[in-house]
Every structure is written in structure tokens, then in C-alpha cells.
């Protein structure tokens, strides 16, 4: 083999699959959309001036994340619906952030960190 043939594997080995901290941050964003009883994600003040900045767009709100080559850490701050089981939503979340990280990047979250910001009904959610 001369210097200019390369095969899939030699490239492989000298290459690097890497992923935006965003990229992450949405992923876990639509988890959380997905599952009944979460209502939204929580930020800060500075979230909220981002929020009207940026129409409205801002997947990061209430979500950091810490992404290493092989492995995600991840703190979202959620509101919950009224009178759910919370920890039965944080099981649902942690397994479906999970196996769709895995899946979709190869990373292993190796911590998943929720923290109920407030308790909402359903009422309340939509006049916010």
C-alpha cells in the first residue's frame, strides 16, 4: 500500500468525532419535551434576556452541560405539573436522556442532575 491509499480504519484512528455542548443541551431539551408531567425547563434572569434577544429560541434555558470526549454531564432545572410522582419523571428522564445520547453520539452520561425549580398545574403553565 503507497502513502496515498488510506483505508477506513487508518483514517478512523487519526480522526476525532466531537459534539457542540448545544448539540447536547437539545437533545436533552426534546427528552424532556417528551415526557408528561414535565412541563419546561427553567433558567435564570440571563436566560430570559436571551429568551427575548433570541425570539424565544433558546434551547439552553435551564440545562448546562459538561461534555468530555466520552462522557456528558448534565443539571437541568424543570417545572413539574401538579400532584405528579417526580421521581418516577426524573427515572423516565434519566433513561431516555441517556439512551438517546448513546445512541445518537456514542457519549455515556455519567450524571444527570434535575432540580424542580416550581410546581405548576396545568392551568398556571399556560397563563405563563
Do not use: P
Not at 88 to 113: P, W, Y
Amino acid at each position: 500500500m503507497t502513502a496515498m491509499q488510506t483505508t477506513t480504519n487508518d483514517l478512523m484512528a487519526n480522526s476525532r468525532l466531537t459534539f457542540d455542548d448545544q448539540v447536547i443541551t437539545k437533545i436533552t431539551t426534546l427528552c424532556a419535551h417528551e415526557i408528561d408531567g414535565i412541563l419546561g425547563m427553567d433558567g435564570n434572569v440571563i436566560d430570559a434576556i436571551t429568551d427575548t434577544l433570541s425570539k424565544g429560541d433558546n434551547t439552553s434555558k435551564g440545562i448546562k452541560v459538561d461534555v468530555g470526549e466520552q462522557q456528558v454531564a448534565i443539571d437541568i432545572d424543570v417545572l413539574l405539573e401538579y400532584n405528579r410522582d417526580a421521581h418516577a419523571l426524573f427515572e423516565q428522564l434519566c433513561t431516555r436522556v441517556s439512551s438517546r445520547i448513546k445512541q445518537m453520539t456514542g457519549l455515556q452520561v455519567v450524571a444527570l442532575n434535575m432540580n424542580v425549580k416550581d410546581v405548576l398545574t396545568k392551568r398556571e403553565w399556560q397563563q405563563r
